[in-house]
């Protein structure tokens, strides 16, 4: 009987704490998860500027896009790939043309 | 498609033949022309870069984004589609199976979402059951 009574008043002592400990755990969660996709959120709306973005082929500067796409270390801007006054096209255009 | 377009268009699907690359690597128009190979962003960089001597930026694009799940790059004029790696110019028959990305040209680059080339090179890469599944496509099958 005694031990029983122990027992109650050891429990009523320890669950006010054990609340409050779980209640803090979970506010603390929460606002963790909300902290990491508000950043998501904020960098999907505006890439970080010459940083990796998620793979490195990729890069962003300026508003321009940067791709390494043949030689490691060998960044172009997307723009430098399609040159219409290669002189190099003029031959080919002409064959083209005339075929 | 006018005379020229469908010239121009002709020419690279005949002259570039197609061969894969062991890893990634986008030529430049004049290497390609001198290789005379290359896979579906060599040709496609070609082609744009002729197309665009005769039409303005805002009509001719070099398009990256998927065919059916797989990377790929195509040409875009006034909306339509054109397949550089077609063994000649025509029609392509599943254009609801290709979704861009991203296009450019020599004036711009257009991202269809904030950072979708970042997601290009994420997506799968297998370009022998590409071009079986284009060659399906195209057989009616």
Redesign the interface.
Same mark, same amino acid.
């Given at each position: 009987m005694v031990k029983n009574l122990e027992w109650d008043e050891a429990y009523s002592a320890v669950m006010p704490l054990l609340g409050v400990v779980i209640g803090v755990l979970g506010v603390s969660i929460s606002l963790l998860v909300l902290t990491r996709s508000q950043a998501q959120a904020v960098g999907s709306l505006e890439p970080p500027t010459g940083v990796d973005v998620d793979v490195p082929k990729v890069r962003y500067h300026d508003s321009q896009v940067f791709v390494e796409v043949r030689n490691p270390g060998e960044w172009h801007e997307l723009r430098e790939f399609v040159r219409p006054d290669d002189p190099y096209l003029s031959h080919a255009i002409m064959g083209a043309l005339s075929g | 498609m006018d005379d020229?377009a469908y010239?121009?268009f %002709?020419?690279?699907c005949k002259?570039i033949s197609y061969r894969s690359d062991n890893g990634?690597?986008?030529g430049?128009? =004049?290497e390609v022309?001198?290789k005379r190979y290359g896979d579906c %962003?060599d040709s496609t960089?070609l082609l =744009?870069?002729?197309l665009?001597?005769y039409y303005p930026p805002d009509r001719v694009y =070099?398009v990256v984004g998927s065919y059916r799940g797989y990377g790929h790059m195509w040409v875009e004029l006034d909306g339509k589609i054109l397949e550089t790696t077609y063994t000649s110019a025509h029609t392509v028959p599943d254009p609801h199976n290709y979704r861009a990305y991203?296009k450019?040209? %020599?004036?711009?680059?257009v991202?269809l979402w904030?950072?979708a080339?970042?997601?290009?090179?994420?997506l799968a890469h297998n370009e022998c059951n590409k071009l079986t599944l284009m060659a399906e496509a195209v057989s009616g099958r």
């Open positions: - | 020229i010239k121009l %002709d020419y690279v002259t990634e690597w986008w430049f128009p =004049a022309l001198s %962003d960089i =744009a870069s002729m665009r001597r =070099a991203a450019f040209n %020599d004036i711009y680059t991202e904030p950072r080339m970042s997601r290009i090179f994420q």
